[in-house]
């Protein structure tokens, strides 16, 4: 599985339970809302005390995820009278169409929520998909993991039957507050978010995004040169990226701007970007141009040199 190493869970002994419940509270995880594609709204604090909670974090376009769609269906089947089964869609270069498309293909009837905002998987690191996440009763995170493994199945069944006091809480990495990536300044900044794989990994599933995502970066790369009184920065993506990932997707493209991970989500989170690429332009630290779609290059090089 891609980024393997980056995946492999902590576990810590029971005597951190309680600061596993309260760091999920400092961090207010569990007042994040995620909404349905029909708009019902829900939020984690609605289940503590009362159910435990097993959330699958996916994607359509996600291989792995996709290919464990029947353990979860089975998953809500068979325990989903005691545990709140929860799939939650990143909504990363996603759509209700496909969302839909996906539960009848796989004949889903477990409950499925977006991620809309990006928040929720943010609280919970989130580094790739899939992302299994089960927190028992008392809102102890009791399990995380890429895989729909035994140690997973083993743990719901557990929780299920209200067994959990006895397993050990698992660290979620604290949400810190970084300095922003994006230098306060007075000249004209162009952003540019992407990924550093979703030109090739989508080419199969996505072709479409995938193109585009080729298109964008060339003409990123193409308007940085011709308007170097921009202060242009790239940001990636940190879903199974590390710096290995960074420098030979820089190479690949033959990048001279700033690129960064955005290694807490805290920039694409901060400006509302679920689709990789997308190019946001800043006057005085204000928005005044957004586009993620890069099949016309003189449109989009347009709007760039319209606002020098």
């Not at 033959?254 to 190019?279: G, M």
Request: charged content about 25%.
């Amino acid at each position: 599985m891609i980024l393997r190493n980056f995946l492999t869970a902590i576990m810590f002994t029971i005597g951190l339970s309680m600061f596993t419940l309260v760091h999920a509270q400092d961090n207010k995880m569990f007042d994040i809302a995620v909404t349905s594609i029909d708009g019902k709204s829900i939020t984690l604090n609605e289940y503590v005390g009362k159910k435990p909670v097993y959330l699958k974090f996916w994607a359509t376009w996600c291989v792995p995820c996709r290919e464990q769609m029947p353990h979860l269906q089975e998953t809500y089947e068979t325990f989903g009278d005691d545990v709140e089964v929860i799939a939650v869609n990143i909504y990363i270069n996603d759509s209700a169409e496909a969302i839909r498309a996906t539960q009848q293909e796989f004949s889903l009837t477990v409950p499925v929520m977006v991620d809309d905002t990006g928040e929720l998987a943010q609280a919970f690191d989130l580094v790739g998909t899939p992302y299994h996440i089960l927190i028992d009763i008392d809102g102890k995170v009791v399990f995380k993991g890429h895989d729909a493994s035994a140690q997973l199945d083993k743990t719901i069944k557990l929780v299920s039957a209200s067994n959990s006091k006895t397993l050990p809480a698992v660290e979620i990495e604290p949400l810190i507050a970084q300095p922003s990536l994006v230098t306060s300044t007075d000249k004209l900044t162009a952003l540019y978010f992407t990924s550093t794989w979703c030109d090739w990994y989508l080419a199969e599933s996505r072709p479409v995004i995938a193109k585009n995502c080729i298109a964008g970066q060339q003409q990123a790369n193409a308007l940085s040169k011709a308007t170097p009184d921009i202060n242009w920065l790239g940001i990636t993506s940190r879903l199974w990226t590390g710096e290995k990932e960074l420098h030979e997707y820089k190479d690949k493209y033959q990048i001279d701007y700033s690129l960064v991970i955005d290694s807490n989500d805290q920039e694409f989170v901060r400006y509302k970007v679920k689709d990789f690429p997308t190019l946001i332009l800043l006057q005085d630290g204000k928005e005044k141009f957004r586009t993620s779609d890069f099949s016309d290059e003189k449109k989009v090089a347009d709007a760039i040199l319209e606002f020098k």
